[in-house]
């Protein structure tokens, strides 16, 4: 059933793409892996949850829902953890251990709210799968595709056109000169804060629905730094390329070798891959910069 | 008494992988986040060859450290010419890739079950005489000419290399020397507890010892290790809120990073020369840890 693979790879390489573009946007403008996004995944996700139990929406309203606070959780990081280390040019070791720190503050704060149980999001589907001849598609997959290209698209389409994009990409290429053309740089970088977090709390949800919603889902966030490696860190384009890469071998590892290997495998294909082709797919992966 | 006994000795052997920890973090300027999986890996080495293979403790410590560095060397190679960035990324999916190994090989390492039944051969004067072997290893590094090389590229790496520093070559043996130290702390930890599961050697482990180094002070060896014993020993006697502990870390170090960047001990390290200074009044030459670049903060 080798199509049905590539279709099931697909879907989940397209959640991993979300990530590792999320990923990436914070890393093109302040040159550092955002050790954060993972639970600003997770926690945007329970929100999404405790939002579809009060007011039992359907998925399209959890999806805002869940959006708009991985926003907001990720603004009020920026804010908390990174606005000063901005402000002072600290080196690039301090925004780690900052983001690292963010990520366990906001982990913490979920276990602490949800405790280490697991939770389920409701069913939002009457009809779990769509069947074309023999080939078989579940709802959330095809809804979590369309979504995250959708998503995708739609920022690619905005940093590329809009004015707003524009002055993103000046100051993820030099925020110096950038101010100095009358860019406000801390806004634009609290705006790629936002998409990122946006994107994250998509991503989060798509998650929750496929596996369970538990405090340390953020860990599924590894897949999406493992994908921007893949593609060349700081690229987006081969970000998305990554991610949709690992999906099918992923998919396709679990299919033959059983799930409990496939991280063992994936780890070693991309140690193998950064042997012989280290600036990965993209081919220019950031230097830094003297 | 004997609670607090075990607290400091748990407390101890943390020291010992800070000391690993601080040569990569501190000395060097990079970050692994899959350094609890080489604990992880010296734990289960150490430990099945004694259990399953009736090796004495001596032989058996010796080879899961050497195998763990031969890992290392592994993960090592591709990451170390590129970006920092990488080194954190790669290791933390090797993270991964160990728990999922270790979950796998029920036969041999007991799965998510655990691994139990290593005998106990840790006492607290061998947790001692290793923890102040290691701080002397590493202090003596950091004042020898491999730190100073490790503290030039720690601040710019191309600087350090048009000054003709083997920059892939320093960053290997930072790394390496981390990963043996961790993995001797997790051959101590393994036959302290006499049981160990996949679960005790996630990221957030790693991310924990970093947090403890950047707490005592990033260029600070001195720092780092009071910090550790402070984090580690004083959740363990106020148990009960076990599940605010990582909140109040993250608070506590949140506010470091914003508000004293350089730690609580900066630059300070309680050195021989220090403690001559003490006894000596007036005497200026006893300064030997202006090694740190300024500029880094």
Sequence with gaps: MSLQIIINGIALGSVYALIAVGFALIFNILKFSNFAHGSIMTASAFLGYLFAIKTKLGLFPVIIVSMLSGGILAILGELIA?????????????????????????????????????????????????????????????????????????????????????????????????????????????????????????????????????????????????????????????????AVLLGLTETLLINFIGSGYAPVFTFLIMLVFLLVHPQGISGSNVQEKA | MELYLSVFTFALISVVSVCGIYVLTGLTGMFSLGQASFMAIGAYISGVLVVRLNMPFWPATIIAVLVSIMIGFIVGLPTVRLRRDYISLVTLGFGEAITALLNQSVQITGGAMGFSGIPQKTNFALVIISVIISITLVAFLKISKYGRQCIALKSDELAAKAMGIDVPKMKMIAFLLSVGLTAYSGVLYAFYTTYVDPSMFGWRKSAEWVIMVFFGGVNSLTGSIIATLLLSALPEMLRFASEYRMFFYSVLVLLIINFKPSGLFEEFELSPAFIAKLFKKGNKNGVINATTDRKNQ
């Design chain 1, 82 to 242: 990174f606005r000063r280390l901005v402000v002072r040019k600290a080196s690039p070791i301090y925004y780690f251990v900052s983001s690292i720190t963010l990520g366990s503050l906001y982990e913490a704060i979920v276990t602490i709210g949800a405790g280490p149980n697991f939770y389920n999001y409701p069913r939002f589907f009457k009809k779990l799968v769509i069947s074309i001849g023999n080939i078989v598609i579940s709802r959330s997959d095809m809804i979590m595709f369309l979504t995250s290209w959708l998503a995708l698209g739609l920022l690619v389409v905005m940093l590329a056109k809009t004015r707003i994009g524009r002055a993103v990409r000046a100051v993820s290429f030099d925020r110096g000169t950038a101010s100095l053309m009358g860019i406000d740089t801390i806004h634009h970088i609290q705006l790629a804060f936002f998409l990122s977090g946006a994107l994250g709390g998509l991503s989060g949800v798509f998650l929750g629905i496929n596996y369970t919603l538990y405090p340390q889902l953020g860990n599924l966030v590894t897949k999406g730094f493992i994908a921007s490696v893949i593609g060349g860190l700081g690229s987006m384009s081969g970000a998305v390329i990554g």
